[in-house]
């Protein structure tokens, strides 16, 4: 069991029956005590994605969590559930189709980079990579000669996902999308 000044971002721990990933630290000392830091943890439940905010005292001691990523591949689509296929052993992950809505969203059958989050063996959510690259299915013709701080147009890509993207972007091309932000970041690298 790790202190709270052990605990580094990204890492998992138990709390409250529910485990959380770590996004963010910050290290406060205050003045006027007996030489105790603060620590004031951002996390995020892996199951509902709820954001918590939590101060631990460095001396508290934390359960770290056992929680493990792998690489995978979406396979397709069952009923309600996602079947995702592990890149090194062909393992088959179901996920629930509404659990993992907002991150589908951003997944094909060509997104590399992705990786399922499992809990004592029981696949419980998607960690999606900073950017991924789709392609585009459906957007209005390309304009000859636009440059590029011009106007934008929406973009459907193979996930689902409609972005707004330049109007030089046409359809077929390949782009690349921030996950966080669902902004276009540019075309996809040839």
Do not use: C, W
């Not at 419980?124 to 459906?138: C, G």
């Amino acid at each position: 069991m790790p202190k709270a000044s052990d605990i580094k971002k990204n890492s998992a721990i138990e709390f409250n029956n529910s485990v959380y990933i770590i996004r963010d630290i910050e290290r406060s000392v205050p003045q006027g005590r007996a030489g105790g830091s603060l620590y004031r943890m951002r996390m995020y439940d892996v199951v509902s994605g709820i954001k918590v905010d939590e101060t631990f005292k460095d001396s508290d001691m934390l359960t770290a969590a056992d929680l493990v990523r792998r690489e995978v591949v979406l396979s397709y689509l069952d009923g309600d559930e996602y079947v995702f296929m592990d890149t090194e052993d062909y393992t088959p992950y179901n996920l629930n189709k509404e659990g993992i809505a907002e991150q589908v969203l951003f997944i094909d059958e060509h997104t590399k980079g992705a990786h399922v989050v499992l809990i004592d063996g029981a696949p419980v959510a998607i960690d999606l990579p900073s950017s991924v690259e789709l392609e585009i299915v459906d957007t209005a013709p390309s304009i000859k000669g636009a440059s590029a701080s011009a106007r934008t147009k929406p973009a459907t890509l193979t996930s689902g996902l409609v972005v707004q993207v330049p109007e030089y972007i046409s359809l077929g091309e390949k782009i690349k999308v921030n996950t966080t932000e669902q902004k276009f970041m540019g075309r996809a690298d040839k």
